[in-house]
């Protein structure tokens, strides 16, 4: 049993992920959470009978989450049940709509039929995009802190992997022609809130992750991931603590020695790990002068990435579409100029539609449907007064 003792700010993933592989490893942790549940936005919620996810609806390389169970010396499906979404999804143009597989060969039976001469592109995609992610993988899994990580000798290696004066448009360009299936492989890009036309020509490993490991879906929705990493951390002795709010992060000479909650307690503890969101752990959690390198100044010059507007709708019926459905925009170049340029709201958007029950029947209730539907808009700095703009965009149209 290790002595130290462990203050983890935020159940969110990371923070979860961090406290059951350090109480696992003997250290005493304890995690403050200010809502009811614990996962962060990887949590759902219901309303009345509608359960919904907060944030994500899918995720890929599931033998990270084995790997990170397996070094807190549990199996993750013991806890965890998970299911492979098969289409990945359906992408819904103006005149096709494409459904990539989670099996690249039937994938590439589809890209045939409705791109022919294309499949031989999506080869070279996968091969050519399978070696930048070999050699890109070790260098995401270092961890860089100081200048001289970033030309070790596996990140200059990686170097010529990077696409380096390419967007991710540009990148995907040399496989294909069709420009709907350029966006069938760039609009992961919008997971970060960015453009396919200024995001790095390197993030195309997004799409290929997808293509190669699948998507996956878990049974519960991923709350269930959440409450099982909490299960382990109270089975290794630590604490979660829910409806308890971090006020500040306590320091001497910059380093963290506790944590001050709302309620006025202060607790001491050897180290603390925030897993807050970040503009709000700066702004804060801390003070300024015990910041270095990001202060509340500097970060009100950076550059916001797009926002989302979000329908969560308990619908009495049911539909026949698949889990996950992405419509385009009939100019979508247009639709991610307004959204990311000209942060304005587009007249034809861009929209995502979650429509969980067909691979998780525990989602609804017979005769009624969960659907959440999202779609990219500009941040707040465009100063939409979305107190209108809400009821317009909630209206069904005629």
């Not at 791109?115 to 270092?142: A, I, S």
């Not at 002068?289 to 989302?308: F, M």
């Not at 000209?342 to 995502?352: A, G, H, R």
Request: charged letters at 25%; hydrophobic letters at 35%; aromatic letters at 12%.
């Amino acid at each position: 049993m290790n002595n130290k003792r462990i203050a983890v700010v935020g159940a969110g993933p990371g923070g979860l992920a961090a406290a059951m592989m350090l109480s696992s490893w003997g250290y005493h942790v304890d995690v403050f959470e200010k809502h009811g549940v614990v996962g962060g936005r990887a949590s759902n919620f219901t309303i009345d009978d509608y359960r919904f996810e907060r944030g994500p609806t899918f995720l890929s390389m599931p033998f990270i989450l084995e790997e990170l169970f397996a070094s807190s010396g549990r199996v993750f499906s013991d806890y965890v049940q998970l299911k492979r979404v098969d289409p990945m999804y359906d992408l819904i143009f103006p005149n096709l709509t494409f459904q990539p597989s989670s099996d690249p060969a039937l994938t590439r039976e589809r890209i045939a039929e409705a791109f022919p001469g294309e499949e031989f592109g999506y080869d070279r995609f996968m091969k050519e995009t399978g070696k930048k992610w070999e050699r890109l993988l070790p260098v995401l899994q270092t961890e860089h802190r100081q200048l001289r990580d970033y030309v070790s000798k596996r990140a200059i290696k990686a170097l010529p992997n990077l696409s380096i004066g390419r967007s991710l448009y540009d990148e995907l360009s040399r496989f294909f022609k069709d420009e709907r299936l350029k966006l069938s492989f760039t609009f992961q890009s919008k997971y970060l809130g960015m453009s396919p036309w200024k995001c790095p020509g390197a993030f195309s490993i997004l799409s290929y992750m997808e293509h190669r490991y699948g998507v996956y879906y878990p049974i519960g929705g991923f709350q269930s991931i959440a409450n099982a990493m909490k299960t382990i951390i109270e089975e290794n002795g630590g604490n979660v603590f829910t409806h308890t709010e971090v006020s500040k992060v306590m320091t001497k000479d910059k380093k963290a020695i506790g944590i001050s909650l709302s309620s006025g307690e202060a607790f001491h503890y050897d180290q603390v790990i925030v897993n807050a969101d970040f503009g709000h752990a700066i702004t804060e959690l801390f003070e300024e002068e015990d910041l270095n390198r990001w202060t509340p100044r500097k970060l009100k010059k950076k550059q916001l990435s797009c926002s989302s507007f979000m329908l969560y709708l308990g619908v009495k019926k049911t539909f026949d579409a698949n889990h996950h459905n992405i419509y385009f925009a009939n100019d979508y170049k247009k639709n991610v100029e307004e959204i990311s340029e000209k942060l304005v709201l587009s007249k034809d958007p861009s929209f995502y539609v979650h429509h969980p029950s067909v691979s998780d029947s525990s989602v609804d209730k017979t005769g009624q449907t969960s659907l959440y539907v999202l779609a990219p808009v500009p941040n707040n700095r465009s100063q939409i007064d979305w107190s209108k703009e809400k009821k317009r965009i909630q209206q069904p149209p005629d």
